[in-house]
């Protein structure tokens, strides 16, 4: 695995749930002092009333602003040069205009964009249900005839990046999907997202260089620096949420990196509730190593394991 790899994977604290997703108790004078100074004015600028900080993380905060008319929303504040030193995350005019283009009724989506010299600043709407991580420390699993329903709006949203937009996520995760006020969850923070550069069959596009995502949720072909499209990554990364949605663990957890491959690479994994022969057979095609052999969106919105569009919320 190159060095690089070990540096940027980001492996989740035990307690990160309190440490990413529960909103900072800091009075508003020491919030605004942890805010970069281009931010606030940018923001102050836009009549943007600072709240909180909801999380942080190397080069990026996420902040809760209001604006004049008593609306909440999210700011995602991201350090630019930090970015492309941490991740080798480019963000581009043309890259940041995609954002806008996104529109789907599980996507949470972009109000606004402001571009300043330091920091690029996305605007989204709020969601004050928090995410999926925070729906698993209250229920430990979720019941497989609820979590069908949850599953299928995520699937709808993937499927929405993959087969209409031919963009990876690159970043799916349990703390990316959003709660709304009726509690379906809503797919967020696609900065790091990637047009797939030929809508040919999966496995015509090169990787990408950039990576950002925890270790739990990697993809094996990523730690081996294999070549493939990178909309397969995603659904291995889907596939964790899932597993984690109905088991209360992950499928590979380990802080040996070598080990966590070599589980990976051998399908080594353990259902640990009762699940339906159907659901197990879904999670091993989304769990499966060899990126060639793995399911794809398109496939999965066929299986009947998965509700159509109509039946959902």
């Avoid at 540096?7 to 004078?29: G, I, M």
């Avoid at 599980?106 to 991580?133: A, D, F, G, H």
């Amino acid at each position: 695995m190159p060095s690089d790899m070990l540096r940027t994977c980001q492996y989740p604290l035990k307690n990160e749930t309190a440490v990413e997703f529960e909103e900072k108790k800091s009075d508003n004078e020491k919030t605004e002092t942890l805010i970069p100074v281009e931010a606030k004015k940018e923001l102050s600028r836009k009549n943007y009333e600072i709240v909180t900080i909801l999380a942080e993380s190397q080069f990026n905060k996420v902040i809760r602003i209001r604006d004049t008319s008593c609306r909440d929303l999210v700011a995602k504040v991201i350090d630019i040069a930090r970015a492309s030193k941490i991740y080798g995350i480019e963000l581009s005019v043309s890259k940041l205009s995609v954002l806008r283009q996104i529109r789907h009724k599980y996507v949470n989506s972009v109000y606004e964009i402001i571009v300043s010299s330091k920091n690029v600043i996305i605007l989204m709407k709020y969601q004050p249900k928090r995410t999926l991580v925070n729906m698993i420390a209250s229920w430990r699993v979720i019941p497989e005839s609820t979590c069908r329903i949850i599953a299928s709006c995520m699937l709808q949203a993937l499927h929405y990046f993959h087969h209409n937009l031919c963009i990876a996520h690159k970043h799916i995760k349990l703390q990316n999907f959003l709660l709304s006020d009726t509690m379906t969850p809503k797919l967020t923070d696609y900065c790091y997202s990637l047009r797939v550069t030929s809508n040919a069959a999966f496995g015509a596009t090169a990787l990408s260089g950039t990576y950002c995502a925890s270790l739990p949720y990697t993809a094996p072909e990523i730690f081996e620096s294999k070549q493939c499209d990178p909309r397969i990554s995603d659904i291995w990364s889907f596939g964790v949420c899932l597993f984690f949605l109905l088991n209360g663990v992950y499928p590979f957890y380990f802080d040996d990196i070598s080990i966590l491959l070599n589980k990976q690479l051998n399908a080594d994994f353990e259902f640990t509730e009762p699940l339906s022969t159907e659901c197990k057979g879904i999670l091993k095609k989304m769990l499966e190593p060899d990126p060639k052999k793995r399911i794809t969106t398109s496939q999965l919105i066929l299986n009947p394991w998965f509700l159509n569009e109509k039946e959902l919320p």
